[in-house]
């Protein structure tokens, strides 16, 4: 005999079928929204549970999300993800130790291995003084432990108020080569409640793609993501969830696990009925998308330094291609590559991301010019990413802004009955990171294991405000 709850989710289920006229019903245990690395992680710990009854619905045409490799003219580069970061972390790292597992090749990334170069082009490195803001950023380590949470500044205000007075272009181009280029460029507004980083990091450069390991990991339910599959309306009812495509098809599950960006969350593009409740709008506006566009430029022949890093000391505040990367290197790619990546970020990537490409080259040429001689070759091509620009994504990953806290991603990571949220936008300890985007996947799809396994799906876990974040790296079993 169904029990009453049972009943009521039948009823609900069937009128939401009897709604849509237009496209085809699918039912299904549990569906997943999004292929990234929460999702994919999410899927993987359903499948290992036992619980096979999912999809993975998927609006573009590939799996990894935010992880995606391009094939720029024989050379493959990372549009997206391209550092394992928090190496020093060793196994209890658990994206290092996926990193293991699935042989990603690369190396680990040397920061001391920087040039600095003003707009004219000279040389002003000077080590002394990255050395006094290394010793600033522990200051602020020590900040952040004694602060009131409840009173947050930013990071630039915090760093002031422990000393840090940046004047000559040397000091400014120092703080944003090590802050900026990790915050996506705007201390001023980025909460300092926020702050943290990592000593050691691991640049992928693998010619299988970051994203290999997500690949390998879903083989065997690779028949369960869907792919093309634009999801446009998500409708709690009492015992289930409805989620309809833009084509029309129409999706019925007992449990839903949202993998969106905070950026679409944000964004009203999805709509979801009832409404998000106050709290998780306010959240989500606390912990917003930033922007950061990784520009690569292939030329005829390297001309540059031959420095991991060259920081470019501009007096722009407005994310100005601070930081280059030399490609042209052992262990990445090769001589004929002659491929430079500069990062952009803030307000200069989301124009970048704009401007045609015409235009883009010749702004490029004209600060390399600047910098290294007008005798320079014109780039043969640019390639960037489109992260902000990008419908299901809009922006690169979480920036908090001043007055962020620790609840405002738990409120964003908090279910709604059977609706479940995860990504890398729903944890303060990790946001940001791929191996954060996986813990909250892996963490929410046993959440909904366990009101799969409690007999007759009674209420499942109540979300309260201010619940501690639980750290589940048990996906790497
Ligand atoms: C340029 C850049 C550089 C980065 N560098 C690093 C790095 O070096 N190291 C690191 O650890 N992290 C880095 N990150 C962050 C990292 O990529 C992300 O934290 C992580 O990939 C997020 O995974 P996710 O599954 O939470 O979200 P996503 O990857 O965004 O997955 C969500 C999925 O949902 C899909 N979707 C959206 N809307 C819909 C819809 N309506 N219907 C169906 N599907 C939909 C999207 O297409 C997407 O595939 C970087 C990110 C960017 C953009």
Redesign the pocket.
């Known amino acids: 005999m169904p029990s009453s709850t049972q009943l009521l989710v039948i009823l609900c289920l069937s009128l939401a079928a009897v709604i849509n006229v237009a496209g085809k019903t699918t039912k299904v245990k549990t569906l997943i929204?999004?292929?990234?690395?929460?999702?994919v992680t999410a899927a993987r710990t359903l499948y290992k549970g036992g619980q096979k009854d999912f999809l993975v619905?998927?609006?573009?045409d590939y799996i990894g999300?935010?992880?995606k490799q391009h094939d720029y003219n024989g050379y493959p580069v990372e549009e997206?993800?391209?550092?394992v970061?928090g190496i020093e972390g060793g196994l209890d790292n658990p994206m290092w130790q996926i990193k293991q597992k699935y042989g990603l090749k690369g190396f680990e990334s040397n920061y001391d291995d920087f040039v600095v170069r003003n707009a004219s082009g000279y040389d002003i490195t000077d080590m002394a003084v990255k050395t006094a803001y290394e010793k600033v950023m522990k200051k602020l380590d020590r900040l952040l432990v004694i602060k009131d949470e409840s009173i947050d500044i930013s990071i630039k205000e915090a760093s002031r108020r422990v000393g840090w007075q940046p004047k000559t272009q040397m000091e400014k181009a120092i703080e944003r080569y090590k802050v900026d280029f990790e915050y996506t460029g705007n201390t001023e507004r980025t909460s300092f409640n926020g702050w943290g980083y990592y000593d050691r990091d691991f640049f992928v450069a693998d010619p299988r793609g970051y994203g290999v390991f997500l690949k390998l990991m879903s083989v065997p339910f690779k028949d369960k993501i869907l792919l093309n599959?634009?999801?446009a309306h998500i409708r709690r009812l009492s015992g289930g969830v409805v989620v309809t495509l833009a084509s029309g098809d129409v999706y019925q599950a007992q449990f839903v696990l949202s993998?969106?960006?905070n950026g679409?969350l944000g964004s009203g593009?999805?709509k979801f009925s009832p409404p998000f409740p106050n709290f998780k709008k306010k959240s989500l506006k606390k912990v917003p998308m930033g922007h950061?566009t990784?520009v690569f430029v292939k030329f005829p022949r390297k001309f540059w330094d031959d420095n991991e890093y060259i920081v470019y000391a501009t007096d722009r505040d407005d994310g100005y291609f601070h930081t280059w990367q030399d490609l042209k290197r052992p262990g990445i790619f090769p001589d004929s590559s002659g491929m430079l990546l500069m990062t952009c970020t803030g307000n200069t990537s989301i124009r970048v991301e704009q401007t045609p490409k015409s235009q883009l080259k010749q702004e490029i040429y004209g600060i390399l010019q600047k910098v290294y001689g007008n005798r320079i070759p014109y780039p043969n091509d640019v390639f960037l990413?489109t992260?902000s620009k990008n419908k299901?994504?809009r922006g690169?990953?979480p920036n908090p802004i001043v007055g962020a806290k620790r609840e405002d991603y738990a409120n964003i990571g908090s279910n709604l009955g059977r609706l479940f949220f995860a990504?890398?936008g729903t944890t303060s300890e990790t946001f940001?990171?791929?191996?954060?985007?996986m813990e909250t996947g892996s963490k929410k799809a046993y959440e909904i294991l366990n009101c799969i396994w409690q007999s007759g799906y009674p209420a499942c876990p109540v979300y309260t405000i201010n619940k501690k974040t639980i750290n589940n790296r048990s996906y790497m079993k």
């Open positions: 929204l999004g292929a990234g690395a929460a999702g619905l998927e609006a573009q999300g935010r992880i997206g993800a391209n550092w970061h599959k634009k999801v993998t969106f960006s679409v593009a999805v950061y990784k990413s992260w299901f994504i690169a990953y990504g890398d940001g990171f791929v191996h954060g985007a």
